[in-house]
């Protein structure tokens, strides 16, 4: 049992993410090139608001439970403003990258747009902040013990695979919309990114009550989808001529 909750688990917070990586990434030297780039980025973050932590937690006092609740508060937010000014980093480094690529290609364009660096280094953030928060969580499912038997949630595996699969999903469309802001100079759609960077992260909090935070999130993944579409080029036209190829496919076969 164990060993199914382990793979299922992983399938479930991993699986798409992967498939996106091996579907329109790994096959171009470049892409990987940016996204291990953007893993290390997140890297170089999440050592920053450790280091925070770390100290914040020897300078108060450990028997003060409010405190204590108060720091963990304080981490979380601290964190993901630490994640959204090292994505700006990156996305000034992957500019001027860019640029010195177009000057020395011969057709005098960069070999990859942004948008497409876009997604690239967003799933990059993605992959490597769940592999982060699931690790200990899948280690754990292999057991030995038994979830729930105390009285806890038994849904704390499945719901921790659901989170990080948001998560990973999110960090993809913020990268997009986020970038997109960035070349556009609309610093309010930068805004609006880190704040439900930080929305999700607080709700987050709610957890063991996954029906307060579960729903929620996925709402945001969905309208953060829609939007990550639209930034990156899509159209309900560009829509409307899949479903008609697929269904002309379909009929003629």
Sequence with gaps: MTAAVFFGCAFIAF?????????TIARDPL???IFIAGAFFWLLSLLLSSLVWFIAMKASNAEDTKVQKGLLIFGVMFSVLIQEVFRFAYYRLLRKANEGLAAISDE?????????MAYVA?????????AFSMINILSDSLGPGTVGI???????FITSALMTLAITLLH???GVVFFEGCEKSRWWVIAVVVCLHLLVSGLSLLNPLYEGSLPPV?????????????SSGGSLHNLSLLFTSKR?????S
């Design 150 to 156: 105390f009285g806890d949630s038994q849904y704390y």
């Design 218 to 230: 996925y709402a945001v993944t969905v309208l953060m989808a829609v939007w990550a579409f639209f």
């Design 108 to 116: 005098e364009t960069s070999p990859i747009s942004v948008r497409q």
């Design 172 to 174: 993809t469309f913020w």
């Design 15 to 23: 699986g798409p993410a992967f498939a996106l990586f091996i579907f």
């Design 248 to 252: 002309s496919e379909v009929e003629s």
């Design 122 to 130: 967003g799933l990059g953030f993605g992959i490597i902040s769940g």
């Design 31 to 33: 892409r990987v090139i």
